[in-house]
C-alpha cells in the first residue's frame, strides 16, 4: 500500500495493522514466465515450473533427526525450517496478492455505504492481513532468506537488484490493474459496490489458482494454511456472487 493508502487504514482500522512486509525476493524463473504469458495461463504455468523445481531442489531441510538427536523437533521447529522451494515461492507471490485485497478492503471502509459490502470487506482484511504475517514468518525464517542473493536448484546466485525489475504482481491471477485500482478510489455506493465485487470475486479466483501449489505441501503448516484460503475463499466468492447479484439486478 502508498503511505496515504496506510493512513487511512489506521485511521479506519485503529486495531489492525495495513501496511505489511512486502515478499523478499522472487524466483527469476517465475517473474520471466509471467512476462510472456496472458494472465490467466501464467498461474498455471508458474505452478508447472515450481513443481519441476521442487523436484531438482533439495526440497526440504530437517533439522534434529540425527543419531545424534533421535528425539523429533517440535511442530514449531519443523515448520520453520522444512519449507520446500514450492512453499516459499508461493509465499513470495501471495504476499503481495494478499496485500491488494487488502488495499480494497480498505478503499470498501472509505467509500462503500452498503453495510454488506462494508461487512464483507472487513471480514476479508480480519482474514487475509494475518495470514500474510504467517508467510512472511516462512519467508524470514527460511535459510535462504537473511542475505541480499537467493540461490537457484542449479547453483546460479539471483540477488534483489537482478530481481526486483523483472517482478510483475499485475500479471498475477486475479490482480486488478493499477488504473483499475485508481478508477474504484473515485467511486462511491452503488457504483464501487458492483466494482469492488467484481474485482474481488476475480481476486479469489486467481487465489485459488495459486493455493494449489501448497495444496499438497509436505509442511503441515503450508497444508493447513492452504485449506483455510481455499474454504474461506469459496465462501467468501460464493457471498459475493449473491452481493452482486442483488446489486446488478435491482
Known sequence: MTAPQQ??????LPSRRAGYP????????FTLAMSFH??????????????????????????????????????????ASNFSQQDLMFAQMMIPHHEQALEMGVLALENSTNDDVRD??????????????????WLDTAPSSGGMSH???????????MMGPMMDTSTMAGMASEETMAELATLTSPEFDILFLQLMI????????MVMMIE???????????????AAQKAEIEEMTLLLTGLTSA
Open 216 to 230: 499438497n505441501s509436505a509442511n503441515e503448516e503450508a497444508q493447513a494454511l492452504a485449506k483455510d484460503i481455499i
Open 7 to 12: 493512513d487511512r487504514a489506521t485511521r479506519l
Open 38 to 79: 496472458p494472465r490467466k495461463s501464467a498461474v498455471s504455468l508458474v505452478i508447472t515450473m515450481a513443481l519441476g523445481l521442487a523436484a531438482l531442489s533439495a526440497c526440504t531441510i530437517n533439522v534434529g533427526m540425527g543419531d545424534n538427536n533421535p528425539s523429533p523437533p517440535s511442530f514449531e521447529e519443523t515448520s
Open 120 to 137: 464483507l470487506a472487513q471480514q476479508i482484511y480480519d482474514g487475509q492481513g494475518p495470514e500474510i504475517e504467517v508467510m512472511q514468518r
Open 22 to 29: 512486502q515478499a523478499i525476493q522472487s524466483f527469476a524463473v
Open 151 to 161: 540461490e537457484m536448484p542449479d547453483g546460479t546466485m539471483m540477488d534483489n537488484e
Open 202 to 209: 476475480d481476486h479469489h479466483e486467481g487465489a485459488l489458482e
